[in-house]
């Protein structure tokens, strides 16, 4: 990799967290950045129904069922945001309820400052994702794939994953931290929360493995290093705020690929080849994750 993303503290951190293995540190919590929340919803009708396909209506592509490491597994791939969120500022600022408290419904995201905008690099990345997880055999739902002016809200995001019965959530995000020198990804798991329609207890154990997993893969096939701003080097968060998180009903974490307004974040981020690798290591760590 030609962008020396190491940073020596978080390195080390990250060294540290790799020997102590699951161990680690929790996540310390809170302090997210900007990320607007995501999580599941999309028109499109879900994976093919047990009936056999009309004659009318030829299935598009192999079926579930295929072969591959994943076969048999459904993943729900989270784009965050919207590239119409900013334009539907009063239909994303409503607010849905997401069990613990109630929250705007969407937000914009954030975009490097020369204009690249978060909402389009999340939906680039989901559709690597999308087309690595499928080669390996999984079944994909995206929560929205440019086809919905707006959104959807949060909750619907998580309904979404939750309805697919996903095996695993993803949600695509890069934040939007202003500080300088602020780099590096991080990947937020659930904490426990329990209020309203919100109860993560059964998923905080299976979230933290996967996030653990993304976070390892994400170091191995971009070279960059985890967050040097939040986590302690251990590139893992735990926030009890994101809507899309505390209304999933499947392991699901958020990854926050790198800090927009860093400009040598933001290089990478617009770099299709480095989108590439990001992708690869989130499905690494999804693909450790549901087999092991
Ligand atoms: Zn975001």
Redesign the pocket.
């Known amino acids: 990799m030609a962008a020396g993303a190491v940073v020596p503290a978080a390195l080390a951190g990250w060294l540290l967290w790799q020997a102590v293995g699951d161990g680690g540190d929790g996540g310390s919590d809170g302090r997210g950045a900007?990320?607007?929340a995501?999580a599941p919803a999309s028109e499109e009708p879900s994976r093919a129904p047990e009936a056999e396909p009309s004659e009318a209506e030829p299935p598009k592509k192999p079926s579930p069922g295929a072969s591959g490491p994943l076969a048999g597994k459904t993943v729900v791939v989270d784009p965050?945001?919207n590239p119409g969120n900013r334009d539907h500022t009063a239909e994303i600022n409503r607010q849905v309820d997401v069990g613990t408290h109630r929250k705007e419904c969407d937000t914009t995201?954030?975009a490097s400052d020369d204009g690249y905008a978060?909402a389009e690099f999340?939906l680039d990345v989901a559709h690597r994702l999308r087309d690595l997880l499928e080669e390996r055999g999984a079944t994909v739902k995206l929560t929205q794939d440019g086809d919905r002016p707006f959104g959807p809200c949060v909750d619907e995001r998580a309904r979404i994953g939750n309805e697919a019965k996903a095996d695993a959530a993803v949600s695509v995000?890069?934040d939007g931290s202003t500080a300088a020198g602020h780099r590096g990804f991080h990947v937020i798991l659930p904490a426990a929360v329990r209020g309203g329609g919100a109860d993560t207890r059964p998923i905080i154990a299976d979230s933290r493995r996967l996030g653990e997993r993304i976070a390892g893969k994400l170091v191995r096939r971009t070279g960059s290093a985890p967050s040097n701003y939040i986590g302690d080097g251990t590139g893992l968060d735990v926030r009890d705020d994101l809507g899309g998180l505390n209304l999933s009903t499947v392991p699901k974490v958020f990854v926050e690929c790198g800090n927009m307004r860093d400009a040598e974040d933001a290089a990478l981020l617009k770099d299709a080849g480095w989108r590439q690798k990001a992708a690869l290591g989130m499905a690494d760590g999804i693909t450790l994750h549901l087999r092991g």
């Open positions: 900007s990320a607007g995501s965050g945001h995201g954030t978060e999340t995000h890069a």
